[in-house]
Nanobody, 115 residues
Framework: QVQLVESGGGLVQPGGSLMLSCAASRTFFSINTVGWYRQPPGKERDLVATISNTGRTDYVDSVMGRFTISRDVAKNTVYLQMNSLQAEDTAVYYC?????????WGKGTLVTVSS
């Protein structure tokens, strides 16, 4: 099993930046992929960004060039740096880990982009 704890959400103005963190209970080398999904109000949960155990990153087109996913292996923590935030980025952001065919989820952290 993997426990995931997110932090860093909050209210930010359009054009602003925010960084989310997700602390995992086990080393990333034992996890196939970690990353972030988000669920806007009234919509489905969609993938935002992933990072594999080899460090490969992938992003959904809508955040390419604005969001950066990274990890600190020593701290078992994955980050999502979000820049140039827009109202459409408002959502609950969930950290996930994919391990041996199983998905594990954090409880989510709310990001609200509003003036």
């Amino acid at each position: 099993q993997v426990q995931l704890v997110e932090s860093g959400g909050g209210l930010v103005q359009p054009g602003g930046s925010l960084m989310l963190s997700c602390a995992a209970s086990r080393t990333f080398f034992s996890i196939n992929t970690v990353g972030w999904y988000r669920q806007p109000p009234g919509k489905e949960r969609d993938l935002v960004a992933t990072i594999s155990n080899t460090g490969r990153t992938d992003y959904v087109d809508s955040v390419m060039g604005r969001f950066t996913i990274s990890r600190d292996v020593a701290k078992n923590t994955v980050y999502l740096q979000m820049n140039s935030l827009q109202a459409e980025d408002t959502a609950v952001y969930y950290c996930y880990a994919y391990v041996d065919g199983m998905f594990y989820w954090g409880k989510g952290t709310l990001v609200t982009v509003s003036s």
